[in-house]
């Protein structure tokens, strides 16, 4: 799981939360850095915050969708938006999280969309 | 031991100001006592945090974008916390990891579902929680299972908020009853002939029942708190009491509802001692009343109605007086004035101490960290 979210805090206690469900995490905490990071290793799912800072989460994930390679990974998107479904539609993301989130939630819904 | 203490983290802790509420009385209390037997404190708390005996790091919380929690009547609605609530625990969380190799334990006191869920995954450190609420929101109370299932160990602070708390399917691993310094608090021989409400002004402490009341009983009433719901103020209070910030006990005598505003712990105390009962008419179920203990240890009776952990925190008939009904209220303040004001003060020294409290928190300290 790549789990791209600017608040070190929280990106750090996700990460630490998957990762003592089986998962194996890579983090990033901006766009320009996960792109770095899915250059390296494909992930099953990408967990992106919409707000971040110098590539916004809706950047991050267009330049996935226009790069052949990454076309097809799988994106959760997390944000505090209240229009959060639509956003999630419009970016044709598998799985949306409103913030604050349960972190049991949030790996339901990863657990859900790897295994899709 | 080092032990990390984490706060509410919605106002910051201070002790240069009137605390808020009766968590932040609890936590200056205990921090007090567990600095007084050697142990190390770090209180994890909102920026601009500073009490004597613990050590306030700062960790980028500002209060002031956090929501304060809903416990009036409608709070059993899913509480809407906000997205800085998760990242404010998680910076705690953050904290406690850069630490561990020097910490015991982390003790947590908020009532948010990201503190349960969030501390959870602190990577072996044990947790323990102390629950000062009742279970009325529904992502807390599912968070707190979650977190016990995880291997956090949560604390009641009554027997009647234990069962509360595990009828909602939350396992509670121990109840450790609030204490207090009785000896730091003066006792007060002779009443001064009005009655007290001292707590946040909110509808579940029901300070609108204790003016009714107190007017029926025939005596004045002095209100001492927080206005933490200003639409409860505004609706059911501003009309019927007599609002005098600068009221000071040399002002001579009372009639009718006075509030006087927040005012400093020492003062609310030395109020307690004068009052001939302190009333606490809850709307509630009181998982504990540190307000009942206090007024007891400075002489008080308390009055009120018989939930949640009153009857367990008010010796009936003999430190108080606890009804079911509002229309027998009056009765049992009169009632309350006949009682031995020794008698409150000696049954907090036996019952509620702080040293009791402290002892028994410090040896499930070591029983988790074994």
Known sequence: VLVVEDERALRATIAAFLEESGYEVAQAEDGQDALASLRTRLPDVVLVDLRLPTMSGTQFIQAMRADPRLAAVPVVILSADPYLADAAEALGARGALAKPFHLDVLLAVVDRVSQS | ?370
């Open chain 2, 1 to 370: 031991m080092h032990v990390a203490l984490v706060a509410p983290l919605v106002w910051p802790i201070r002790d240069d100001r009137p605390p808020l509420g009766g968590v932040e009385v609890f936590l200056r209390d205990l921090i007090g006592g567990l600095a007084a037997t050697g142990v190390r404190v770090s209180l994890l708390a909102a920026d601009g945090s500073r009490l004597a005996g613990a050590e306030t790091p700062r960790l980028g919380i500002d209060a002031g974008r956090l929501a304060l929690a809903n416990l009036g009547p409608d709070a059993d609605a899913e509480r809407s916390d906000l997205p800085e609530q998760q990242t404010a625990f998680a910076r705690v969380r953050e904290w406690c990891l850069a630490h561990a190799s020097r910490l015991d334990v982390v003790h947590a006191h908020a009532f948010d579902a990201p503190a349960f869920d969030v501390l959870r995954v602190l990577r072996g450190l044990p947790v323990v929680h102390t629950l000062h609420l009742p279970p009325i929101q529904p992502g807390v109370v599912e968070a707190a299972r979650r977190a016990a299932e995880a291997g956090s160990r949560l604390v009641a602070v009554s027997v009647a908020s234990a069962r509360a708390w595990q009828a909602m399917g939350v396992p509670i691993a121990e109840v450790v009853p609030n204490g207090v310094d009785v000896a730091s608090i003066a006792f007060g021989a002779e009443p001064r002939g009005y009655a007290l409400f001292a707590g946040r002004l909110s509808a579940e402490k029901g300070a609108e029942v204790a003016v009714q009341a107190a007017a029926q009983a025939g005596l004045p009433l002095v209100l001492v708190g927080n206005v933490y719901d200003p639409t409860y103020f505004e609706q059911h209070l501003a009309e019927r009491v007599e609002t005098r910030l600068d009221w000071t006990m040399t002002d001579g005598r009372l009639a009718g509802a006075t509030y006087i505003g927040h005012r400093e712990r020492s003062e609310v105390l030395g109020l307690m001692a004068g009052a001939a009962a302190t009333l606490m008419p809850v709307r509630w179920d009181e998982p504990f009343g540190l307000v009942a203990i206090e007024a007891q240890a400075a002489g008080s009776p308390v009055v009120g109605f018989e939930r949640g952990a009153l009857p367990e925190v008010v010796a009936q008939g003999r430190t108080g007086v606890l009804v079911r009904d509002a229309a027998d209220l009056p009765r049992a303040v009169r009632a309350g004035l006949l009682l031995d004001r020794r008698a409150c003060r000696g049954w907090v020294q036996e019952h509620f101490s702080l040293q009791r409290m402290v002892e028994r928190y410090l040896a499930l300290y070591r029983e988790v960290a074994s």
